[in-house]
Every structure is written in structure tokens, then in C-alpha cells.
């Protein structure tokens, strides 16, 4: 799906991703690798395939796309120097033709040291003209500045006729910022609602629709 955002061209994939071509950049909001590790410690146990498809799922879509940048908005890693930064720097060293950074977010626990060496520039916030890309939302509007964000792990229920029901992650869209999805398998997500000044866009793994409601 494609929107025109302060004069630039995104595409919304149905990888849970953002692409804007005109600038060679994709943006990846929320793996959360590690998680799997981290819930274990704490007693919660989940199947190891879950957390491996986030890093073929992200190495196949480096090999599609072939930016130039990757631009991870937060919670890349939820865990220390471990098996799981050695497996997501297998995949980035694949495709050393791109630059990656990492906006900080509340999750990315390892310093900044221990993320250049695997080939990724931590930074604050990343500014594209007056776009404002930051892992939490804005609270409120800024004047003139639009604001992608990850943190929340939007989602919504579609309800069928009966007790059918599905929950789907989305891009939540308003005129002050865009919400992406998380890209991480073991994220849960958040439930929204519609507003009048909202748009969700739902994502399937086939398409991106527009609920109309």
C-alpha cells in the first residue's frame, strides 16, 4: 500500500515493514529478539521456531528490498551479549552493502559498543526532512513535524457474523503520526480503536487493506 506523507512516498508492506523508495530506506519497528531467551529466565516457555522466523523473515527481506539504510525504531534486542546477537549479526553481515542504525528504545539493553560491533549505529531519533522517526509516539502534535513510531504493537479485532473473530496487526495512521507494526513474531499487540481522524490499515500476510467502517 502507498501513501503520500509530507511529499514522500511510503509503501506499507505486508512484512510488517516500511519503505521509502525514494530514499532507499526501510524502517523496522520492534523485533524484540531475545524475548524467547528472556521469558525462559522468567519461567514462560515458547517454541524455539517462533523466535528463529523473525531472523529468516529479516534476512529475506534485506534480499528483496536491498536498501541502502535500515532504520530499526527500538526494541531491536531484549537480551545481553548472547546466542542471539551472534545470530542477528550473522544476518547483517550478509548484506554489509547497507548501513544500519538503531534508534534506541526502552527494551535495547546492550550499550552502544557492543552494537557497532555488530554493524549497527545507535542514535536517539533519526529526522527525514520534517519527519520525526522515534521508537515511542508523540503524546500530541507538533506543528509541521510527522512522527513514525513503533513501542505499541498496534493491532485490531475484525469480527465475523457468530463469534468468528481475528486479530490482525495494523498501521495505525493519524495526522500526527504513523504507528507501525511490530516485526518480532513474539510480540503481542495492542488493541485500537477507530477514530474520526484515525485510519487503520490491516495486515495480512497476502495484502494491506483499509478497514472501512
Known sequence: ????????????LTQRA?????????????????????????GVLMP???QDTDYSRLDSLLSEIMPAKVLFLGDLLNSKVNNDAAKLA??????????????R?????IDDTQYRKIGIKVVHQFWL????????????????????????????????????????????????HLIMPSFGAT???FLMRKTGKSSIFLVSQKEITTLVK
Request: aromatic share 10%; glycine share 8%; net charge neutral.
Open 18 to 42: 516500511l519503505y521509502l523508495p525514494d530514499e532507499e530506506l526501510l524502517v523496522i519497528a520492534d523485533l524484540h529478539l531475545g524475548k524467547r531467551s528472556q521469558n525462559k529466565k522468567n
Open 129 to 176: 526532512k520534517k519527519i520525526h522517526f522515534t521508537h515511542e509516539p508523540y503524546e500530541s502534535k507538533v506543528n509541521g513535524v510527522f512522527n513514525v513510531a513503533g513501542y505499541m504493537h498496534p493491532g485490531y479485532v475484525l469480527r465475523g457474523s457468530g463469534t468468528q473473530e481475528v486479530t490482525l496487526p495494523i498501521f495505525y495512521y493519524t495526522p500526527v
Open 105 to 109: 528504545g526502552n527494551n535495547d539493553i
Open 90 to 103: 550473522k544476518v547483517l553481515w550478509k548484506h554489509q552493502h547497507i548501513s544500519f542504525e538503531l534508534v
Open 1 to 12: 500500500m502507498d501513501l503520500e506523507i509530507q511529499n514522500i512516498h511510503f509503501k506499507l
Open 187 to 189: 510480540s503481542g499487540l
Open 48 to 50: 524455539i521456531t517462533t
